[in-house]
C-alpha cells in the first residue's frame, strides 16, 4: 500500500487501513502504516503554526502601519492566533521556539506581503521580534 499517498488524502481512512492490517496480522505493512499517519499529522501541524505565525505576523503589521484602523477586532485576531500557537505546540511538543525561529523569517515574508495586500499600501516594518509577536500587549495602545 502507499501509505503517503493514503495518508495525504485522509488520516481517518489511514487509520482505518491501518487497523485492517493489523486484523489481517500484517504488522509490518501497518507499521510502515502507522509511521507514515504519524509523519502526516506532524507535516499537518506544522502548516497550522506557519499559518498562525503568518497570521499572527500580519495583524502586527498592520496594526503597527496603520494606527487609525486599530480596533478591539484587531486586537482580538492577535490574541486568537496566539492561542491558536499554544494550543498546536502543547498538542505537538517537537514544535519548539527553535522550529519557530527556523520558520521566523519565511513567515514574516509571507505576512508582509499578505498584510501589504489586504492594506493596499507597503509596510514600512522591516521586521518583527519575538517579544512583539508573542508577548506585546496590544491592549494598552489606543484604538481608533
Known sequence: MNWREQSTTSHYQTAVAIAEQLKAGNIAEAT?????L?????RSDKRALRSQLARLMAHI???RSQPEGRSRGWRASIANARE????????TPS???DFIRGIWDRCFQIAKRQAEGEMEQEATIASLTWDEVFHQDFGNEPTA
Request: proline share 0%; glycine share 4%; charged share 40%.
Open 84 to 91: 491558536e500557537i499554544a494550543a498546536i505546540r502543547e498538542e
Open 61 to 63: 503589521i498592520k496594526w
Open 38 to 42: 504519524i509523519d502526516a499529522l506532524a
Open 95 to 97: 514544535l519548539t521556539e
Open 32 to 36: 510502515a502504516g502507522v509511521e507514515e
